[in-house]
């Protein structure tokens, strides 16, 4: 597999990128990082970058990530949202647990609203499922189906007894 070549291969996969909790607020529209590529107070933000950022970028593709290198004297995290809110986040000799931590708990979804999110898109009617609780009592409901057999009698061609020659009347 080519995509499996490289350094560390491990961040390409999908496995790997759903493992995130990094989940941001709906009202995040644009997430900054601004770091050096030189330095010790710079590099939890170095390793947040390769580690985490393609994480959130799978996780929520509706926020524009951004990274901005070799700007800053000290880095730092830089959130838009779209009630105009700036966040600023200093994350200046952090390591990146304690970047990671940080952001979980000021800006992401809780993981009560990820499980309570994930059950709402599981219990999403499907129009093939039938039966209680969904749209459908019975697949004979659906138009171009058969109907019940109780309410309409199959055609006998399509009766057991008839088609494999049993006929008792």
């Known amino acids: 597999m080519p995509f499996m070549k490289g350094k560390f291969p491990l ?7 759903e493992s995130s909790n990094l989940v941001l607020k709906e009202r995040v529209k644009i997430f900054a990082l601004h770091y050096n590529i030189v330095g010790n107070h710079h590099q939890g933000a170095k390793e947040f ?6 994480q959130i970028q799978f996780k929520n593709p509706e926020v524009q990530v951004i990274t901005f ?16 809110e700036d966040i600023l986040v200093d994350v200046d000799s952090k390591s990146r647990t304690e970047i ?26 499907n129009p093939g499922n039938f039966g209680w609780g969904c ?14 057999p109780g309410v309409v009698p199959l055609p006998k061609v399509m009766r057991g007894k008839y ?5 008792f009347d």
């Open 11 to 17: 961040r390409r996969t999908l496995k790997y990128l």
């Open 49 to 54: 970058a390769y580690w985490n950022i393609p």
């Open 69 to 84: 290198k070799n700007l800053t004297p000290t880095p730092f995290i830089r959130m838009f949202c779209e009630d105009g």
């Open 100 to 125: 990671t931590d940080h952001i979980k708990k000021i800006i992401c979804k809780s993981d009560e609203t990820l499980a309570k999110e994930a059950l709402e898109r599981q219990s999403l009617n």
């Open 135 to 148: 749209d459908r009592q019975c697949l004979c409901e659906i138009p171009g189906q058969v109907p019940c």
């Open 163 to 167: 088609k494999y020659g049993e006929v």
